[in-house]
């Protein structure tokens, strides 16, 4: 059972992109935190439209592979929110050192109509704001879509750049890069 400091530490955690002022990019998901009397909750953003997940499942079912172009979109887009979140300051200019940790098809949501991908869902995200020095953090994502480090403890901005890299080869080849792990 967590306790109601715990919760209010992972609520932190979840909402912190939306805490650093000026650095709002559209393509970010976007938390909401609140509070009502001793009840702490956490409200996403709502995208009127389906993740990449569903969208892979849609073309598993009907046994087609997503179109290279739109797979050059879907990864552009993702590219640039996620170069967004890396990049994120504090009011001081500092780097947040924001980590995602689990980058994986369920996470690009589309707008329906828009053409807008969003990259959502930083519940496990880590910002070390420069300071971690190479330790061990919690293993936590989707194993599918882990870099090498991240599965030994040490996520950074690379390892999310290596799911993007597994979830391209996924929508291109149909299938996973390597075998699911046990």
Do not use: C
Not at 57 to 67: F, I, P, R, S, Y
Not at 108 to 123: Q, S, V
Request: hydrophobic content about 40%.
């Amino acid at each position: 059972q967590l306790s109601q400091g715990t919760v209010v530490e992972l609520l932190a955690l979840e909402s912190m992109e939306v805490e650093l002022p000026g650095r709002r990019d559209p393509r970010l998901g976007r938390p909401l935190p609140g509070q009502k009397r001793k009840l702490y909750f956490m409200v996403m953003e709502f995208v009127n439209g389906p993740s990449l997940e569903q969208v892979l499942q849609e073309h598993a079912d009907n046994v087609l592979l997503m179109h290279p172009a739109m797979v050059g979109f879907v990864l552009n887009k993702s590219v640039i929110a996620l170069a967004e979140a890396h990049t994120l300051t504090d009011d001081a200019g500092r780097p947040a050192g924001l980590v995602h940790r689990d980058i994986s098809p369920s996470n690009i949501l589309f707008y329906k109509k828009a053409g807008i991908t969003k990259l959502a869902d930083f519940g496990v995200a880590t910002a070390f704001g420069g300071t971690d020095n190479g330790q061990k953090r919690s293993i936590v994502g989707k194993p599918r879509y882990m870099a090498p480090e991240q599965v030994e403890g040490r996520a950074d901005a690379p390892s999310d750049i290596w799911a993007l890299g597994v979830i391209g080869y996924e929508l291109l080849a149909g299938e996973r890069p390597y075998p699911q792990p046990a």
